[in-house]
């Protein structure tokens, strides 16, 4: 079993920044590609960001430009920074890892955690 606890998240203005981290513990081995999810209020979890343990990134459209992940493989974290941020970027973000950049839809994911609440009022 792996443990995700994610932190970092407020209220903040929009145009304002926020860092985000992310801890896993237990059962890692198998996070080659560690990501960053969002859910709005109301909506789908979806992925935003993706970095492997190589380096190698993928944004997704909304955030690129404006989001940087990286990660720390010595103390099994993942990070997101958060700037410009929009009323749309309003939700919950989590963390999780997979094995490769292909396969981190958040429907494969059964073990989630409890996520960090970010709230970007205008």
């Known amino acids: 079993q792996v443990q995700l606890v994610e932190s970092g998240g407020g209220l903040v203005q929009a145009g304002g920044s926020l860092r985000l981290s992310c801890v896993a513990s237990?059962?890692?081995?198998?996070?080659?590609?560690m990501a960053w999810y969002h859910q709005a209020p109301g909506k789908q979890r979806k992925l935003v960001a993706r970095i492997s343990s190589t380096g190698s990134i993928i944004y997704s459209d909304s955030v690129k430009g404006r989001f940087t992940i990286s990660r720390d493989n010595a103390k099994n974290m993942v990070y997101l920074q958060m700037n410009s941020l929009k009323p749309d970027d309003t939700g919950v973000y989590y963390c999780?890892?997979?094995?490769?950049?292909?396969?981190?839809?958040?429907?494969?994911?059964?073990?989630w955690g409890q996520g960090t609440q970010v709230t970007v009022s205008s």
């Open positions: 237990g059962n890692i081995w198998r996070m080659n590609v």
């Open positions: 999780n890892g997979g094995a490769t950049m292909a396969v981190m839809d958040p429907r494969l994911f059964r073990n």
